[in-house]
T-cell receptor
């Protein structure tokens, strides 16, 4: 199956700093990537849909100025958490959609990034 | 009513048991149905997918879709402790992907 990587896997930062998380599709080109947030023992919450070469589409309630998404190439999307605060501590997971040509479009997930803001 | 409902568990079964995991949904436009397995502190991994109604089998896993009842199931035969994880159903119509909240499964040795 398609492989998606995320970096870093874990980050601890001080309140007020910005953190960048990278999501890469390793063996395919992903025109669409998704960013999710997951709190402990809860399901995935879609934050935004990232399309290569265009602005991301954010879900209701997600601050686009706080969670900056850049999908500059077909294999890389980045999520920057700006001026992070303790309440931003969470597990951030990206996924990439395998492009068309088959009867379904799967989402393949990265391993996630655990962000802890002190 | 939530778009996709799933019993959060936790569900505990003895090793070797048959496990049944289920989701119900309200959007009749969903056409593609997936099951993901997520181990603690890891990203979800795709287990099974089905298109429209019917059954699909892969090793110890069987996925069932009943569109008339808006009900999908994942069966795990001969469950193993390594199957202990959270299982998320997901479904899509066109562009929209919706996940269930996940069921935590523990298979006890």
């Amino acid at each position: 199956g398609a492989v998606v990587s995320q970096h870093p896997s874990r980050v601890i930062c001080k309140s007020g700093t910005s953190v960048k998380i990278e999501c890469r599709s390793l063996d395919f080109q992903a025109t669409t990537m998704f960013w999710y947030r997951q709190f402990p023992k809860q399901s995935l919450m879609l934050m935004a849909t990232s399309n290569e070469g265009s602005k991301a589409t954010y879900e209701q309630g997600v601050e686009k100025d706080k969670f900056l998404i850049n999908h500059a190439s077909l294999t890389l999307s980045t999520l920057t958490v700006t001026s992070a605060h303790p309440e931003d501590s969470s597990f951030y997971i990206c996924s990439a959609r395998v492009p068309g040509g088959v009867s379904y479009n799967e989402q393949f997930f990265g391993p996630g990034t655990r962000l802890t803001v002190l | 009513q939530k778009e996709v409902e799933q019993d959060p568990g936790p569900l505990s079964v003895p090793e070797g048991a048959i496990v049944s995991l289920n989701c119900t949904y309200s959007n009749s436009a969903f056409q593609y149905f997936m099951w993901y397995r997520q181990y603690s502190r890891k990203g979800p991994e795709l287990l099974m997918y089905t298109y429209s109604s019917g059954n699909k089998e892969d090793g110890r896993f069987t996925a069932q879709v009943d569109k008339s009842s808006k009900y999908i199931s994942l069966f795990i035969r001969d469950s193993q402790p390594s199957d202990s994880a959270t299982y998320l159903c997901a479904m899509r119509d066109g562009q929209n992907f919706v996940f269930g909240p996940g069921t935590r499964l523990s298979v006890l040795p």
